[in-house]
């Protein structure tokens, strides 16, 4: 296992348009996170998975955002109707449950998003 | 809500020298978990070292160490015989003990720069 993988690294669209991202979290680990990181700033939580149960999702997180974790496996953040507000960089994180925070978390390299 | 504050967006250091990183964070919990994470260029989070609160030695890594004072809130990073490689954003983070829901809430980072 190599880690958290994140896929694309890089994505350009124009505004309007829709794009989706993937993220293979360490496959031992239950729980899997999505943050959003604009320049300048941390990392900030925009939605949580344990398995494939989405449990909580950040006020950040318009109607036009959507994620899902099917199986329990690899999650996709989708965006609809991009704005040129939505560029930024997107971590998915993940760790194991029974741990609680006791261990951090371990971040994928995110996916850089260009609305232009 | 918990908050994580960074004072220094900017910190800069020569080689083999020694420099510290502040964070102060504001809770209500008495037990929780502290982070500083380190984000080089281009590449994923990484995560230094970690302390939990209930825990009065401070948590120590190789050249890393921290001075954490729970009745001020502080958790500040000291990175010894600063090397090349130390260079990039660093992030303190706070983690409740369950995690899930409770996420990670972070600073909005200090840029380390390591003058040759």
């Known amino acids: 296992d190599t880690g958290v993988s994140q896929d694309p690294r890089h994505k350009i669209t124009k505004r309007g348009q829709n794009v989706t991202f993937r993220c293979d979290p360490i496959?031992?680990?239950?729980?899997l996170y999505w943050y959003r990181q604009t320049l300048g700033q941390g990392p900030e939580f925009l939605t949580y998975f344990q398995n494939e149960a989405q449990l909580e999702k950040s006020r950040l997180l318009s109607d036009r955002f959507s994620a899902e974790r099917p199986k329990g496996s690899f999650s996709t953040l989708e965006i609809q109707r991009t704005e040129q507000g939505d560029s930024a960089m997107y971590l998915c994180?993940?760790?194991?449950?029974?741990?609680?925070?006791?261990?951090?978390?371990?971040f994928g390299s995110g996916t850089r998003l260009t609305v232009v | 809500a918990q908050t994580v504050t960074q004072s220094q967006p900017e910190m800069s250091v020569q080689e083999a020298e020694t420099v510290t990183l502040s964070c102060t964070y504001d809770?209500?919990?008495?037990?929780?978990?502290l982070f500083w994470y380190k984000q080089p260029p281009s590449r994923q989070m990484i995560l230094v070292i970690r302390?939990?609160?209930?825990?009065?030695q401070n948590a120590t890594e190789n050249r890393f160490s921290v001075n954490f004072q729970k009745a001020a809130k502080s958790f500040s990073l000291k990175i010894s015989d600063s090397q090349l490689g130390d260079a990039a954003m660093y992030f303190c983070a706070y983690g409740g003990l369950s995690g899930g829901a409770d996420g990670l809430t972070f600073g909005k980072g200090t840029h380390l720069i390591i003058q040759p």
């Open positions: 302390q939990e609160a209930y825990k009065q």
């Open positions: 496959s031992e680990h239950n729980r």
């Open positions: 994180a993940s760790s194991l449950a029974g741990t609680g925070n006791a261990d951090g978390y371990t």
């Open positions: 809770t209500s919990e008495s037990d929780y978990y």
